[in-house]
């Protein structure tokens, strides 16, 4: 289980400090899949960057697995299984597709057999796929895909991902909420996904309404969508909560 105590996360600017996260405190049950949503400039990415360990909130706790994990460095989170997806995924020329599962693996022998199954989990063909560099050769859509396909090989135990639909194609899309779908179905991984697309919010076991900082409402999506679909942002009830 994941928990975040008291999560408060402030910066310096001319005008004064600033609150970015106010006192959040939530807790997310193992293989659980969970939508952060919400208005642009909320909190989403900040928070979901407190869990992996990218910002160091100024106050608050995080405990993972009952162990408290709020001054460890990225490296030791993803060690005990934490993994993030960016927005828009750092691409490795002269680095194939091949070396990247095998270093996200740990296994310097992993087996074709083996990358042939991660990438086939996320629609990727291996024969087409291992021997080509992670360099601007991919589209948007793929280096998502093979992205996911290098948390799978980790066997993370817990999957971020910060708007995977940003700058991908209908296609790639689609074949994303399917790799959701299979890989929330499995229950091997607990997933937080930071999304607006109806879509993937209709996947969520929970969906978590984030808005000025604060925890602004969470509920299935049953009891939260028909709300955020009701009005625009300005004026949805759950954000004025």
């Known amino acids: 289980m994941l928990q975040l105590k008291n999560i408060t996360y402030t910066v310096s600017t001319p005008e ?12 997310i049950p193992d293989h659980r899949l969970v939508v952060f949503t919400g208005p642009n400039g909320g909190g989403k990415t900040t928070l979901a960057k407190v869990i992996m360990g990218l910002v160091t909130p100024t106050s ?31 691409r490795f020329k002269g680095i194939t597709v ?21 990438l086939t989990q996320v629609g990727l063909c291996a024969n087409d796929y291992l021997d080509r560099e992670v360099d601007t050769s991919l589209s948007g859509g793929e280096v998502k895909r ?11 135990k817990l999957m971020i991902f910060d708007e995977p639909e940003a700058g991908i194609d209908l296609w790639s899309f689609a074949r994303l909420t399917e790799t ?19 879509r993937i ?13 604060e925890l ?14 009701a009005d625009t942002l300005g004026s949805c009830p759950v954000l004025n909560k």
């Open 16 to 27: 004064g400090e600033q609150t970015i996260l106010n006192h959040i405190s939530v807790d």
């Open 180 to 198: 959701f779908e299979h890989i929330h179905r499995q229950h091997s991984a607990t997933m937080i996904i930071i999304s607006h697309q109806e």
């Open 216 to 229: 602004k409402h969470r509920g299935t999506t049953s009891e939260i969508f028909p709300l955020i679909m």
């Open 201 to 213: 919010i209709r996947l969520a076991d929970e969906i978590i309404v984030v808005g000025g900082g």
């Open 146 to 156: 093979i992205e996911i396909a290098s948390l799978l090989a980790r066997h993370s």
């Open 98 to 118: 091949r070396n990247l599962l095998t270093i996200a693996a740990g296994d310097e022998k992993l087996s074709k057999d083996k990358c042939c199954k991660y």
């Open 60 to 90: 608050g706790q995080i405990l993972y697995d009952g162990q408290d994990i709020t001054g460890l460095g990225i490296t030791e989170r993803a060690r005990l299984g934490i993994s993030y997806g960016f927005q828009q995924p750092p």
